[in-house]
């Protein structure tokens, strides 16, 4: 049973990689949205199994790629370096916001996190020497000058290691710290769990992820403005990619991901006028319907034929 | 624990007032924009923190329900020249109908699913309400045009607008009337206590499901009220109401969950803020940091105050 | 087995034919990105529905129909550039047209230097697209003027109207705009200009004495407050005011500066697009307006009038914004180039791009030329226009006016 699983996701790995030697430009930029989205959805729920609903993924998405562009622009540096420069910088920045971010919780926590993305935001639009102000900083050349097949592998293996880092949170002893915050902080305390510690961990871990998505992005439109680097897209959409998918696990946002980014792409195709109509009644539809997300439906009816064959497939539920 | 908060409540006005003399004096158009635009931030916050204090919801097609209100307003003008405050009454009752039929359509069932299922939902929601709205009447902005809504009064000096003090009426209105409500009707009584407990109140008999499906209609109903006073005044257009869901997210944070009088005290506040770095030449690009930059300094206290005691 | 060499005999037939078929009139494909939600992508797709009727009702062109593919950009920069990638690979167009948002049509430049397939870009105003795409793209024509163009252009329109009525100055000017990259843009080139000015240089060389600007919050993005940077405004006491935001900002804007009692002599509204009935306003009337159409055009354009009445009868509605004449434009020009070089080949087509001149329904000939970093930028000057009794008037430039100014603003 396990073996087999694994073959699947090898198998789903492997597949995607070679996507390049056989897909056209089109289907790879498609893609590669639905990876940047994905590993943005992935970081937001990582954050959620801690039990803090975070809306600031769009304000570290921006800081990483305002980081990574000036530096390019400004400073010379090496695009690639620059990307990892942008996820360091956010992340160092997640890690002092921390000390006082991370007092929050429930919603305060959540609109002091959307709040600091619009401060964000405003503070580069009002520094026009160093940002470039309102209309932006233009880098002088693309990432890998603009090659779909490069720019798919890079946030194709962004993406797989986001995945691993999530995978591998879910299955360390983290976990268990990170469960027991999320269900019960008190008796997490009492029991000598030591939850800022984790939480800051947390925090800084996906904000970098966050920042290196935005340098990336930056980096692959070679240019940063306020109005669309900061855009609520990158808070909105990963959010209800997550949320389709199903949250607490690494299956549902990438599943979520890869489901609206088609859905989203093929609605197009088919009818140009209002489709973002038809978008928005089928997530409603999914919460109506499967209110756990899809990953979760699923395997509830996939365990249900399993268990009437008599197969036991507890290994299925997470 | 109230009347430690209904102290702390009143310190605030003491030091609100005496700010508002201070800057009444040095620049009194700042304290007159201030308290006018504060006001209508009020109003439009109060639904959106009663839905997530009773119900636990937080309603992201909150601005999307008020760009609805604008419209109804819009059509009832121009389809049959009704002014727009003739159609307080119209557009109210219609935005409690659609609230109560959004609620039976979806919110209802979702009300065990968590409130992650809620936002999601919600979400939804505005995607349609503002994809169906430019579908039907494209993004170019209409508008209803009445002069009275800009007649100016000129007082010791000062020429100031006078329709938006609507908004500072309306503002007390809404939470006087809300007050009463939660205090001295029956089925305020019972909301008070499902916002407090919803399975101790079902314990004692209170029909909580009714009570939801009243606070949402309720809710959406006074965003159609502010809905008709603003559309005077504003451009219509689908993403009008939008931005205001964040700010009434803000302001209901700054007041604290729970807390209706410290909505329209934060809503002054934030207004007059805003409104006297709007007056400094040069700083009206930075009335959004100013206004998020104070939310989170009082969040935060607050959060170091608690963590102390 | 039987069932599946049925059909797929049936879809090598249906294959073939479709295949004679298309080889018989192989159509020469326009590939457009348009933000369709939006009244001005919208409207400029249906204009360009209307310019590709034209041209195949006429037999086409070098023999072969046009078809025109239009991919939804949804306002969004990756899905804009993912957009390019799709019409080039996967619809195999000829050429790129359309577009309206510069920072959407920032991240679709990496793509278009990818393909480089001559591309007639009608909107993106912002210096920043000229920047990024650098001065060695031989294949890519930029029609809309750049931001620094439009501010210059005005400048060379105020002199001629102070030259002409005396009466009538401009010496100081107060730009109000808003504070994302468009008002900003805009205001940055101002300055420039107050600089030259200062030196009696430039377009404002000969009229701007005084110059001062304050931003707001645009009711597009959550504002639509501007009585504290109206009452700056009043301070400074401009004989020319003018107000860089969005079309949701008009209304409010005339009714706060009539609430505040701001009368300026010329009140100069600068929007990419104006709100529906915004003439019905009684505050409307003697507002000026920058842009590059008014309906009234059709007055004394034939072309224009033409386009007014085609776009009317196919569509059912009135053109609201230049987009619409602009979109339009885009194609009519691409084409008219097309059948000057006879030929598809790439050199000739840039060739004809640059020599001939189109007349637009926008009420000017369209004539390529270079801009500070791009070599082929097609307008460059845009139209003084003033609302009076209702109606868009043209009042300069002077060859297209159809009204005499109407001075000085104010009840």
């Known amino acids: 049973m396990r073996n087999k699983a694994m073959l699947i996701v090898a198998a789903f790995v492997i597949a995607a990689a070679s996507l390049p030697l056989f897909a056209g430009p089109y289907f790879l930029s498609v893609f590669n949205t639905i990876f940047v989205y994905m590993s943005l959805a992935l970081t937001w729920d990582i954050m959620l199994r801690t039990g803090q609903l975070s809306y600031g993924t769009a304000g570290l998405f921006g800081l990483g790629a305002y980081a990574s562009a000036l530096l390019v622009a400004k400073a010379g540096l090496n695009p690639l370096v620059s990307i990892a420069a942008g996820g360091a910088f956010a992340g160092l920045l997640a890690f002092f916001l921390g000390f006082g971010v991370l007092r929050l919780r429930k919603i305060y926590f959540s609109i002091t996190t959307l709040a600091l993305t619009t401060v964000f935001s405003v503070i580069i639009r009002n520094l026009p020497r160093l940002t470039g102000g309102a209309s932006g900083t233009v880098l002088p050349r693309a990432l890998f000058n603009g090659d779909p097949g490069k720019n798919y592998w890079m946030i194709y293996c962004l993406a797989l290691a986001v995945i691993a880092i999530s995978v591998w949170l879910s299955k360390s002893k983290t976990h268990y710290a990170i469960n027991a915050i999320r269900n019960d902080e008190i008796t997490a305390r009492s029991s000598g769990i030591d939850v800022f510690k984790y939480l800051l961990f947390i925090f800084v871990l996906t904000s970098t992820i966050q920042g290196v998505i935005g340098a990336f992005y930056a980096q692959q439109y070679a240019f940063v403005q306020p109005e669309a680097t900061f855009s609520m897209n990158f808070l909105l959409l990963p959010l209800a990619m997550a949320l389709v998918g199903g949250v607490y696990s690494t299956i549902g946002p990438v599943v979520g991901a890869v489901l609206l980014g088609l859905v989203s792409e093929y609605l197009k195709l088919i009818m140009p006028y209002g489709h973002l109509i038809v978008y928005g009644i089928i997530i409603v539809l999914v919460v109506l319907f499967m209110p756990q997300g899809i990953t979760r439906a699923f395997a509830k009816l996939f365990t249900r034929k399993m268990q009437v064959g008599g197969v036991d497939s507890a290994s299925l539920r997470d | 624990m109230l009347a430690a908060a209904s102290k702390k409540q009143y310190l605030f006005i003491a030091l609100l007032v005496i700010a508002a003399i201070v800057i009444g004096f040095w620049e009194p158009h700042a304290l007159i924009y201030g308290i006018q635009r504060g006001s209508l931030y009020a109003v439009i916050a109060l639904p959106l923190a009663l839905i997530l204090g009773i119900l636990g919801v937080l309603n992201l097609a909150h601005g999307e329900f008020l760009t609805v209100g604008m419209y109804a307003t819009f059509v009832l003008f121009s389809r049959f020249g009704v002014d727009p405050m003739l159609s307080t009454v119209p557009v109210t009752l219609l935005l409690a109908v659609v609230g109560v039929a959004v609620y039976l359509l979806t919110i209802k069932h979702v009300l065990k699913a968590g409130h992650l299922s809620q936002l999601l939902i919600t979400f939804g929601i505005s995607l349609v309400i503002s994809e169906l709205i430019k579908s039907i009447y494209t993004t170019q902005p209409r508008g209803v045009f009445t002069t009275y809504s800009y007649s100016s009064t000129t007082l010791a000096g000062i020429r100031f607008g006078t329709y938006e003090f609507l908004y500072l009426l309306i503002a007390v209105a809404v939470l006087v009337g809300l007050q009463l409500f939660l205090k001295k009707t029956r089925l305020g009584q019972a909301t008070f206590a499902v916002g407090q407990n919803p399975r101790g109140a079902s314990i004692v008999g209170i029909n909580v499901s009714f009570v939801y499906l009243f606070v949402f209609g309720l809710s959406i109903a006074i965003v159609g009220l502010a809905s008709v006073f603003m559309v005077p005044r504003v451009s219509i257009f689908p993403g009008a109401g939008t931005p205001y869901t964040m700010k009434s997210f803000a302001l209901t944070a700054m007041a604290g969950l729970g807390n209706l009088n410290g909505i329209l005290l934060a809503g002054i506040a934030l207004g007059i803020f805003e409104a006297v770095v709007n007056a400094i030449p040069g700083g009206s690009g930075w009335s959004d940091v100013v206004f998020f930059g104070v939310l989170i300094l009082v969040i935060m206290t607050r959060a170091i105050r608690e963590g102390r005691r | ?411």
Do not use: C
Not at chain 3, 26 to 36: R, T
Not at chain 3, 67 to 80: K, S
Not at chain 3, 113 to 129: C, D, F, L, P, R
């Open chain 3, 1 to 411: 087995m039987k069932k599946i060499s049925l059909a797929s005999v049936l879809l090598l037939i249906a294959a073939l034919m479709l295949s004679s078929v298309s080889l018989a009139a192989e159509p020469i494909k326009f590939g457009a990105v348009n933000p369709l939600g939006d009244i001005t992508g919208f409207q400029t797709t249906r204009a360009m529905e209307l310019a590709v009727k034209e041209i195949n009702e006429a037999g086409g062109l070098l023999g072969r129909p046009v078809e025109l593919i239009v991919v939804d950009d949804e306002m969004r920069p990756e899905i804009g550039a993912a957009a390019i990638d799709r019409l080039a690979t996967v619809d195999n167009v000829d050429f790129f047209v359309g577009g309206m948002g510069s920072g959407v049509h920032l991240a679709q430049v990496p793509a278009l230097k990818k393909y480089e397939k001559i591309t007639v870009w009608m909107g993106a105003a912002s210096h920043q697209v000229e920047i990024a795409m650098g001065p060695d793209a031989d294949w890519y024509f930029h029609l809309h003027p750049w931001d620094y163009q439009q501010g210059a252009s005005y400048g060379q329109g105020w002199t001629d109207i102070a030259n002409a009525h005396p009466e009538i100055g401009a010496s100081r000017i107060f730009l109000a705009y808003e504070e994302g990259a468009f008002g900003t843009d805009s205001y940055l080139a101002y300055l420039d200009l107050y600089e030259a000015a200062k030196d009696g240089e430039g377009p404002y060389g000969q009229i701007l004495n005084d110059f001062a600007g304050a931003s707001f919050t645009s009711a597009l993005l959550g504002g639509g407050d501007y009585r504290a940077m109206l009452r700056q405004a009043m301070d400074f006491d401009p004989d020319l005011f003018i107000w860089a935001g969005y079309d949701a900002d008009a209304v409010p804007m005339v009714a706060q500066a009539m609430e505040l009692g701001f009368e300026p002599p010329l009140f100069v509204g600068a929007p990419p697009g104006w709100p529906a009935n915004f003439g019905d306003n009684p505050l409307s009337d003697g507002v000026i307006l920058y842009g590059m159409w008014a309906p009234a055009l059709k007055e004394v354009s034939e072309i224009s009038n033409h386009f007014w009445n085609e776009y009317i009868k196919m569509h059912g509605h009135e053109p609201a914004t230049y987009f619409a004449p602009l979109g339009y434009t885009n194609i009519m020009f691409l084409a008219e180039a097309i059948k000057a070089a006879g030929t598809l080949e790439k050199d000739a087509v840039i060739e004809a791009l640059r020599t001939i001149e189109y007349e637009s329904p926008i009420g000017a000939v369209l004539k390529i030329e270079p801009s500070n970093i791009i070599s082929n930028q097609g307008f460059t000057s845009q139209k003084i226009l003033q609302y009076i009794d209702g109606e868009q008037h043209v009042i300069w430039p002077f060859e297209y006016a159809t009204s005499e100014i109407k001075y000085p603003f104010g009840r």
